[in-house]
């Protein structure tokens, strides 16, 4: 069984950094695409960031030159950097596991919090 385990969210100012990761057990892996999504109380869930299983990262808009996805497949794991973060950074973050070939979302993680306030 998949499971996504996500870690790293938590309180920051306004300007600084965060390091988000998810550990994955039950999969190959390597093999697939693998995705950060966020929500925020009140709004739809949303692609933050998203890596092939070739490791090329593909961003939002809104998070472009602040953000950067990477993996380390030996580990079993996907990063988010987050770096000059603004309040509307402020939601829940979810890894996601792609079925293979697709946009499709076949797993979630359990999501971790990450709040931007002074």
């Known amino acids: 069984q998949v499971q996504l385990v996500e870690s790293g969210g938590g309180l920051v100012q306004p300007g600084g950094s965060l390091r988000l990761s998810c550990a994955a057990s039950?999969?190959?892996?390597?093999?697939?695409?693998m995705g950060w999504y966020r929500q925020a109380p009140g709004k739809q869930r949303e692609l933050v960031a998203s890596?092939?299983?070739?490791?090329?990262?593909n961003y939002a808009d809104s998070v472009k030159g602040r953000f950067t996805i990477s993996r380390d497949n030996g580990k079993k794991a996907v990063f988010l950097q987050m770096n000059s973060l603004k309040p509307e950074d402020t939601a829940a973050y979810y890894c996601?596991?792609?079925?293979?070939?697709?946009?499709?979302?076949?797993?979630w993680g359990q999501g971790t919090q990450v709040t931007v306030s002074s």
């Open positions: 039950g999969t190959i892996f390597s093999i697939y695409s």
């Open positions: 890596i092939t299983s070739g490791g090329r990262g």
């Open positions: 996601a596991q792609y079925r293979v070939g697709t946009i499709i979302v076949d797993y």
